[in-house]
């Protein structure tokens, strides 16, 4: 539970999910035994309504662990889409890249090992969506970095920041991560070039849309 959303109301949202495929239940079920934070079905399928809903073809994902987010975007590119993804821990990447082998979605996903904005950095081109769910602290750096790097109509979705509901209370000096968050909601809302929702689903999740170039 998030402790976001009521009890009851998010045990009733889940009750309404259309059930996954047997490679996502074993990534759901991976990530419940060995605590990965992954965005879970119900933001799955949001990232994934979302990416349809502006025909994303190239898509870069920012902090992918086991390549649950990824497979979701991944089917929203379609077959000659290309997926992004990103994990500092080699062993999250082996373990994403049996599973996007399993799911026959190897073939739409580009693994890269290592930092996540320095690899963004190191790839060409505009993308329709970016996807953000690295370490919090980095997040008004995902701001500057990633937002000229998308297309004006395209997105950048972030997870986590509503931070279990931390940030709606003034947070302490040293609590580095809801400052971030805080500081990131800040500039999303106030920039310019996006126009901001935060959908309050899960841990909430920040969908801007790039307006101006
Ligand atoms: C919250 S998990 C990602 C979950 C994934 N998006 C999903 O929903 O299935 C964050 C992951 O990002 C990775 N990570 C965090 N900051 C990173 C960075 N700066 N560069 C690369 N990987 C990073 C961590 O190793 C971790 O596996």
């Not at 799955?44 to 898509?59: C, D, E, S, T």
């Not at 302490?172 to 126009?195: C, G, H, M, P, W």
Request: charged content about 25%; aromatic content about 8%.
């Amino acid at each position: 539970m998030s402790g976001i959303i009521q009890p009851k109301v998010e045990r009733y949202l889940n009750t309404l999910l259309p059930a996954r495929d047997a490679v996502l239940r074993e990534m759901e079920g991976y990530a419940a035994r060995h605590d990965v934070p992954i965005v879970g079905p119900a933001c799955g399928r949001l990232l994934y309504q979302l990416a349809r809903m502006i025909q994303a073809r190239r898509v870069f994902e920012l902090g992918s662990a086991i390549g649950y987010s990824t497979a979701w975007l991944a089917r929203a590119v379609g077959p000659r889409g290309i997926v992004f993804y990103t994990d500092s821990d080699p062993a999250n990447a082996r373990r994403a890249e049996g599973y996007l082998r399993r799911s026959g979605l190897l073939g739409r996903v580009r693994l890269l090992k290592g930092d996540a904005l320095e690899m963004l950095a190191a790839t060409e081109g505009e993308f329709d969506l970016i996807f953000n769910d690295v370490w919090k602290i980095q997040y008004p750096e995902v701001f500057r970095r990633a937002v000229p790097r998308i297309r004006v109509g395209g997105l950048l979705i972030t997870d986590n920041v509503l931070w279990s509901g931390r940030v709606a209370r003034p947070a302490a000096s040293k609590d580095v991560e809801t400052r971030a968050i805080q500081k990131f909601n800040r500039l999303i809302y106030r920039s310019r070039n996006l126009f901001t929702t935060i959908v309050p689903l899960r841990d909430g999740f920040a969908v801007c849309q790039k307006i101006r170039p």
